[in-house]
């Protein structure tokens, strides 16, 4: 059941980052979008460095909330930090679209694969972020290999999830 609802949460961030970003080129003007994402990103990685230590406190004291009800209530947090996020984006007004010409879908995916086949910078650019994405799946298991062969304590994982959001955020 994890992994069904992880991949539903995978492909529902995909097909969202699209309506995202969309909203943000009408709703932004041009010259804020770098101050934009300058501060989403130091507002997420702020508080995703305090939520490590909140998960640290968490998983630090197993007598007070002993397992699973110790990582129920990280969910828990996690679903209405989420769910927070969700309904303040859900209530910025969009502005119409503008009209574009009837294409037909093949049209539409060959001018949306253009530039990758055209611009070897372009190319380059999303195979590094591939790159990027793809070692970002060993991530998780960090905590694992240093819970279960290094003998660190369950709460460390809340002291990597602060080191990680305070150096992404830097």
Do not use: H
């Not at 943000?24 to 300058?38: A, N, W």
């Not at 197993?62 to 828990?76: K, S, T």
């Not at 590094?128 to 819970?147: C, E, H, K, Q, T």
């Not at 994982?157 to 602060?162: C, K």
């Amino acid at each position: 059941a994890f992994y069904v609802f992880l991949g539903l949460f995978a492909l529902g961030s995909g097909i969202g980052g699209v309506a995202f970003m969309d909203m943000v080129g009408k709703t932004i003007p041009e010259g804020l979008r770098s101050t934009f994402f300058g501060w989403r990103l130091f507002a997420g990685g702020t508080l995703g460095f305090g939520g490590g230590f909140v998960v640290r406190a968490i998983l630090k004291d197993e007598a007070r909330l002993p397992f699973p009800w110790n990582y129920v209530l990280i969910f828990g947090l996690a679903w209405a930090c989420y769910s927070i996020a969700v309904m303040t984006y859900v209530f910025v007004p969009e502005p119409p679209s503008p009209r574009r010409g009837k294409k037909n879908l093949s049209a539409r995916w060959k001018e949306a694969l253009s530039p990758f086949w055209t611009n070897p910078d372009f190319r380059k650019l999303i195979f590094a972020r591939w790159a990027v994405y793809f070692s970002g799946i060993a991530v998780p298991y960090y905590a694992l290999f240093a819970r279960q062969t290094l003998g660190a304590p369950e709460s460390m994982a809340g002291v990597y999830v602060s080191t990680q959001m305070a150096a992404g955020t830097l």
